[in-house]
């Protein structure tokens, strides 16, 4: 069974940093791409960023460009969003997802319960 | 960026009744188009993945159809526990974009 376990949400300043961290187990974690996905309180969902396997290949979406880094440690089937530079419009719960298929990065079949962040001073 | 126009963004309907979501790309995006659906307090789930494919395990009640920039998502005879909020998700090649939404209710 895939699970996904989100940790370290929680409240940082504006300005601030955090360190997401996503454990991974059920599956061969090295061969998929992997995202995440945000929801502010009350709203829909929005991409933030997806890593492709080998690590090679990152995308972000344009509202955390230069701000976020996503990283993976395969030997720790771990996936990571690193957040500098917080906002208050950062704010959300944090989800990690998984692909349908191995090398693909499109179709997110699997999700963690999400880590809330909450940016304020 | 590729937009997702999704309507409509609430409907009620009644158990038994056929419903339907649409969702617009703002580009072609070929049938690169998934359905999500999201019950309160939980994760979404994949519905259906490349424009009509349902996922294994998915009720037969869900279909998906369309191609280019026009799709459509369809409850064939909606039971109570389809309540949630429905996305529909583009990808092309750099990013992911999810539609606003639309939030099912029963009458």
């Known amino acids: 069974e895939v699970q996904l376990l989100e940790s370290g949400g929680g409240l940082a300043q504006p300005g601030g940093s955090l360190r997401l961290s996503c454990a991974a187990s059920?599956?061969?974690?090295?061969?998929?791409?992997m995202s995440w996905v945000r929801q502010a309180p009350g709203k829909g969902l929005e991409w933030i960023s997806v890593?492709?396997?080998?690590?090679?290949?990152?995308h972000y979406a344009d509202s955390v460009k230069g701000r976020f880094n996503i990283s993976r440690d395969d030997s720790k089937n771990t996936l990571y969003l690193h957040l500098y530079n917080l906002r208050a419009d950062d704010t959300a719960l944090y989800y990690c997802?998984?692909?349908?298929?191995?090398?693909?990065?499109?179709?997110?079949?699997?999700w963690g319960q999400g880590s809330l962040v909450t940016v304020s001073s | 960026d590729i937009q997702m126009t999704q309507s409509p963004s609430s409907l009620s309907a009644s158990v038994g009744d056929r419903v339907t979501i649409t969702c617009q790309a703002s580009?072609?995006?070929?049938?690169?188009l998934n359905w999500y659906q999201q019950k309160p307090g939980k994760a979404p789930n994949l519905l259906i993945y490349d424009a009509s494919n349902l996922k294994r395990g998915v009720p037969s009640r869900f279909s998906g159809s369309g191609s280019g920039t026009d799709f459509t998502f369809t409850i064939s005879s909606l039971q109570p526990e389809d309540t949630g909020t429905y996305y529909c998700?583009?990808?092309?090649?750099?990013?992911?974009?999810f539609g606003g939404g639309t939030k099912l209710e029963i009458k």
């Open positions: 580009q072609d995006i070929s049938n690169y």
């Open positions: 997802a998984k692909d349908l298929y191995s090398g693909s990065g499109s179709r997110l079949s699997d």
């Open positions: 890593i492709y396997r080998g690590s090679y290949t990152t």
């Open positions: 998700q583009q990808y092309d090649f750099v990013s992911l974009t």
């Open positions: 059920g599956f061969t974690f090295s061969d998929y791409a």
